[in-house]
C-alpha cells in the first residue's frame, strides 16, 4: 500500500508557487491577492480561513479576511462581493460557507465575478468545467486529480466509484474523473443516498472517492483488492486519547481497508491539504491573467 501524501504534496505545490510570486515580483509584477469573506463565527470556518489566510502568507500571496456579523443582511454582503469584483487589486475571492440560513448561498456564489471565483463555484466556470475550457477548477476535486497525477496513477479504463453528489466534491470529481483527459477517462460511477446496493457498486472500483461525511463508513467488505481510496470526509469525533478531546476521521475505516488498497489517503494529511494549494494555486493563475 502506498500512502498519498497529501500534506507533502501540497508543500511541494507551495514551493513551487512561492517560486512563482517571486518571479512575477522580479518582473515588476504585483503579488497576488486573496480575498475571503467570512460570515459569522463558526468554528470551523474560522479554521479553514485562517489556514488560507496562513497559506496565502506562506506563497508571498497578499491576503484581506473580511469578517462580517452572522446577522449581516444578504444586501449588504452582496455590496461587500461587488466591492471586491471591483478591486482591481484583488484577483481571488472566496466567500467561506456554509452561510447563516437568511442568506441564499446560490445568489451569493452568483454574485462573485467569474474571473475572480477562485473556489470554482460560479455556474460560468462550472460551465467551462464541463465543456473541457480552461477555468478554475474547484479547490478539492482539483486537489484529487493533482494527488492522483502526482503519484503517477493510471486512470484510462477504469472504473471509478464516487459516494456523495455535492455540488463542490462529489459531482464535479465524477465530471473530472470521467472527461477526456491525461487524468480522467475513467468509467464513472455517481453514488449518493438513494443509491441502491452500494457495496455490490463500491466492490467493483478500482478507484474509490468517497465524500459523504460519515466516518468509518467504507469498510473492508465493501472494497475489492487493490483499489485506491481517495477519502475526502473529514468528521470532528470525541477522543480520550487527545489533548483536545476529539479527532478527526475520514470516511473510510483506514485499520481496516489498509492492507487491501493499492493507494490511500489519510485523514488528516491527504485530501484537505491539497484544497488550500489548489485555492492557491487558482489565486496565481488569475493574477496571471491565464483564463480570463
Ligand atoms: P455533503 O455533506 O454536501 O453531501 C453528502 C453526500 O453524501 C450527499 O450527496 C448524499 O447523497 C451522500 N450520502 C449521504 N449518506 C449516504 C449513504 N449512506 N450512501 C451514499 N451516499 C450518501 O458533502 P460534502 O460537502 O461533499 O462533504 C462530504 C465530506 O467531505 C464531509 O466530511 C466534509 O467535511 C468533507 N470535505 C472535505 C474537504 C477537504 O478539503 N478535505 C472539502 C469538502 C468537504
Redesign the pocket.
Given at each position: 500500500m502506498i500512502l498519498l501524501d497529501g500534506k507533502k504534496t501540497a508543500n511541494d505545490i507551495k514551493d513551487e508557487i512561492a517560486i512563482e510570486v517571486s518571479t512575477l515580483i522580479a518582473n515588476d509584477r504585483k503579488k497576488p491577492h486573496l480575498a475571503a469573506i467570512l460570515v459569522g463565527k463558526n468554528g470551523a470556518s474560522e479554521t479553514y480561513v485562517n489556514a488560507k489566510v496562513k497559506a496565502c502568507k506562506k506563497v508571498g500571496f497578499s491576503s484581506t479576511l473580511v469578517c462580517l456579523d452572522e446577522k449581516v443582511p444578504e444586501s449588504e454582503l452582496l455590496a461587500e462581493i461587488e466591492k471586491i469584483n471591483v478591486n482591481k487589486d484583488i484577483d481571488g475571492l472566496i466567500v467561506q460557507l456554509p452561510l447563516p440560513n437568511h442568506i441564499d448561498e446560490m445568489k451569493v456564489t452568483q454574485a462573485i465575478s467569474p474571473n475572480k471565483d477562485v473556489d470554482g463555484f460560479h455556474p460560468e466556470n462550472i460551465g467551462r468545467m464541463v465543456l473541457n475550457l480552461p477555468t478554475y477548477l474547484p479547490?478539492?476535486p482539483s486537489?484529487i486529480i493533482e494527488l492522483i497525477s502526482r503519484y503517477n496513477i493510471k486512470t484510462s479504463g477504469k472504473h471509478c466509484v464516487v459516494?456523495?453528489?455535492?455540488?463542490?466534491?462529489?459531482?464535479p470529481i465524477s465530471i473530472l474523473m470521467s472527461r477526456n483527459n491525461h487524468i480522467g477517462n475513467c468509467t464513472v460511477t455517481l453514488?449518493?443516498?438513494?443509491?441502491k446496493n452500494?457495496k455490490q457498486i463500491t466492490k467493483t472500483a478500482d478507484i474509490l472517492i468517497v465524500?459523504?461525511?460519515?466516518a468509518g463508513?467504507v469498510t473492508r467488505d465493501m472494497i475489492k483488492d487493490g483499489v485506491c481510496i481517495i477519502d475526502?470526509?473529514?468528521?470532528r469525533v470525541e477522543s480520550s486519547v487527545t489533548k483536545s478531546g476529539w479527532k478527526l476521521l475520514?470516511?473510510v475505516d483506514f485499520d481496516q481497508v489498509k492492507d487491501k488498497c493499492s493507494f490511500i489517503t489519510p485523514?488528516p494529511g491527504?485530501?484537505?491539504p491539497?484544497?488550500?494549494a489548489m485555492l492557491l494555486q487558482n489565486t496565481l493563475i488569475s493574477a496571471k491573467r491565464d483564463i480570463y
Open positions: 479547490a478539492t486537489g459516494i456523495g453528489r455535492s455540488h463542490i466534491v462529489g459531482s453514488t449518493h443516498s438513494r443509491s452500494l465524500a459523504l461525511g460519515k463508513f475526502v470526509g473529514i468528521s475520514g470516511d485523514v491527504g485530501v484537505g491539497m484544497t488550500i
